[in-house]
Structure formats: C-alpha cells, structure tokens
C-alpha cells in the first residue's frame, strides 16, 4: 500500500513515517502538510512527492491509506475526506476532542465498510500484555483496582512543541495526551467505564493542565486510577492492579504475587510476544493478535473517558462516562 503521511504537527509523525518505511511492506509515497515549508522539509528528507493540497493527496489512485498526525481538533474533517475517498486510515490518539464527532466518524466507516486504527501503542508491550493475560486468567482473582502512572518531563525540559499547549487544537493539555495511555489500558483492563473524577492543575503555566489524576469508577465495581504529567523526571511507566487473589506491578520490570506464589512476589520466567506497533500493523495489514484492537469502538470510549475527565475537572464533580 502506498501512504500519505497527513501533517507533521505531531512529535510521533516522523516516528510512523520511518516504522513503515523499514518494518513495512507498504511505502510513503506523499506528504502534505497545513505549514507547507514544515512539508516541504520532511518531503525532502525522505524523498517523497509534497502535495500542496490534501484534495490532491485524496485524488491520487495510487495512494491507498493515510496516516493522520496533524491537530486533533481537524482529525475529523481529514479523516471523513479520507474514508469518503476511499483511503484506509490510520490515526495518532486520540481520534477527536468530542464523542459527537467520533460516533460521525463512526458513521461513515460503517457506509463504507471500513474501521481505523487508532495509536494505542502500549496494548503491544510484552508487559502490558502479561498484564492483560493474569487479569484475564483470573490470576489474580477479582480484580478491584488499577492505577497507571505516565509520565515525562516535556514541560519542564521544554522540549514539547508550543502547539501541544493549544487547547484549541489539542483540547487540553497532558491528560488528552499522555494520559490517553493510562485511560485505554484501564479501559482494556477493567471494562466499561462508569463515572470518573478528575483533579488537574497547571505547574508550569502554559494555560493547560501538566500535571494530571482522574479516579474512574468501571462498571463491575473496580476503581482504575489514571495519572500523567509533563513536569515529572526519573519516573518510568507504572502499572499496579490489586485482585481478591493476588495483585502485579510493571515498573522497570513485572512481578507478581497471588495463590500460586503463596503471596511471594515472583518475576514471569516468559513474558508474551511484543506484537508489531498498530502503525506496522495496520501499513501491513495484518492485525497480530485477536482481542487486542485498535479501532473506532477503542477510539470512541477513549474519547468518551477524556471528555468526561475535562468536564469533571471543570464541574468540580463526578461525572459519568
């Protein structure tokens, strides 16, 4: 398949970019961009065609998917040009600020016989997978509670672009970012989500929150708790879940302690086999691993967890999911 990179706003663009042209049998043929010498520069660095318009991009027969990275305030306008030209789309988390566009999004996939993909990056992880397989086993009995920790020091080491501070194009700061991973691997993990509340500030004072906690209430009565930042150091990804029969924790690592241990905590002689990025898989067209998705139905709860985390912290209050 040849692809057609959409936008270089994002800081993972030149990252997907590069995992198809060396892991994948699919090409970038073309790139576009909003800010036509950012474009410009990238066309050039790998050697493909710049396209000056996205209609021209769409127009083009020979492409047959995109990979979104621009702001996500316009993901659905391109996107719906996109399935409505008929490319396969691939798109950087999350799909869109608000529900009502996702299910629109949803609407037209679904005329036209196609899904996305969506970046959710971390269900690949030979950890995260291990993680998935206990909860599912029931290793760990009932699971009760979760908390994902992810974090980095983008803020305060002021290497994040300005724009990932617009929350005209982002809608809002390092929750709808970095805390996208937190919010999906809870989702995956413990199910549908209920109500949540959230307690944001602003460390740094770029006039979005950095530093970032929202407490979910998932319908079968666990609590997930998800947490991110962009003005914290020397803090590796974290995940802890707690079961009626044992409990695990990923941090530089995974151990365990349930029945089977006698309540020691144990390393995994064998984790699972990290399964190709959603980007790999999806230039591929090979999805690795049934049960672990990537599309519109992952896209839409994650976009229903976020819009709720924003208007809890606004309110004050819970609300529901």
């Not at 316009?74 to 798109?91: T, Y």
């Not at 309540?263 to 086999?273: F, I, M, R, T």
């Not at 967890?305 to 912290?313: N, T």
Request: glycine letters at 8%; aromatic letters at 8%; hydrophobic letters at 40%.
């Amino acid at each position: 398949m040849n692809v057609a990179i959409i936008s270089y706003w994002h800081v993972h663009a030149e990252e997907y970019t590069r995992s198809i042209i060396e892991k994948t049998s699919s090409k970038v043929t073309a790139i576009w961009d909003e800010d036509a010498d950012r474009g410009m520069k990238y066309a050039e660095k790998f050697g493909v065609k710049f396209y000056s318009s996205y209609d021209e991009v769409l127009a083009d027969q020979s492409i047959g998917g995109v990979v979104i990275t621009s702001a996500t305030s316009v993901h659905k306008e391109l996107i719906l040009k996109a399935i409505h030209a008929g490319k396969k789309v691939f798109s950087e988390k999350v799909l869109e600020i608000t529900t009502a566009d996702c299910l629109e999004i949803k609407e037209a996939l679904q005329k036209n016989g196609e899904d996305l993909t969506l970046s959710l990056v971390k269900k690949c992880s030979s950890e995260f997978l291990f993680a998935k397989n206990m909860v599912e086993s029931g290793a760990l009995g009932r699971v009760t509670y979760a908390r994902m920790r992810n974090v980095h020091n983008g803020s305060i080491g002021n290497w994040l672009p300005a724009h990932f501070y617009s929350k005209e194009q982002c809608g809002g700061g390092a929750m709808i970012d970095l805390g996208a991973h937190p919010m999906y691997l809870l989702n995956w993990l413990l199910g549908e989500p209920k109500t949540i509340q959230s307690v944001f500030t602003d460390i740094t004072g770029r006039g979005v929150e950095d530093n970032a906690v929202s407490v979910i209430e998932f319908e079968n009565g666990a609590i997930g708790v998800s947490e991110t930042g962009f003005v914290s150091v020397y803090n590796p990804a974290t995940l802890e879940i707690s079961g009626t029969e044992g409990c695990l924790l990923i941090r530089d690592g995974v151990c365990y302690a349930n029945k089977e241990t006698d309540g020691k905590w144990v390393a995994p002689e064998q984790l699972p086999e990290a399964l190709p990025s959603p980007v790999v898989q999806w230039a591929n067209g090979e999805f690795n691993k049934e049960g672990v998705t990537f599309g519109i139905e992952d896209s839409i709860v994650l976009t229903r967890l976020m819009e709720a985390a924003y208007r809890s912290h606004n309110s004050g209050k819970k609300e529901m999911v």
